[in-house]
């Protein structure tokens, strides 16, 4: 039997969609840490989106972690202070602060 035909059901669930530029497949994968609307969490979350349309586009992936509705997410990864990157691939990174310091943030991506 040719597996090639195969399509999963349709009835199955689904999960909700993270926060992606685009649907297809991600090259990066990452989590940002936010504290609601504090102005470093303000400020972190334009910067990567900035950097995301401005680098990697539609191969991202990027979950935002509100830790104010979701603290135990914080908790798993050690996660004491917000704003915080995580970076899931190519390699994993953490990198606390607003993001404001774009090249650290590209270095990490392995872009430069």
């Known amino acids: 039997m040719d597996n090639s035909?195969?399509?999963?059901?349709?009835?199955?669930?689904?999960?909700?969609?993270?926060?992606t530029v685009s649907s297809k497949k991600p090259v990066y994968k990452m989590r940002l840490f936010i504290a609601g609307q504090e102005p470093n969490s303000v400020i972190a979350r334009q910067n990567i989106k900035e950097i995301c349309s401005e680098h990697i586009k539609e191969k991202v992936e990027l979950k935002v972690i509100d830790v104010f509705?979701?603290?135990?997410?914080?908790?798993?990864?050690n996660i004491l202070v917000a704003p915080a990157l995580i970076?899931?691939?190519p390699k994993k990174v953490k990198i606390f602060g607003n993001l404001r310091n774009k090249n650290k943030v590209l270095t990490a991506l392995e872009l430069i």
């Open 69 to 77: 509705e979701d603290y135990t997410a914080a908790i798993e990864e």
């Open 87 to 89: 970076i899931d691939t």
């Open 5 to 19: 035909d195969y399509k999963p059901d349709q009835t199955e669930k689904k999960q909700p969609a993270p926060e």
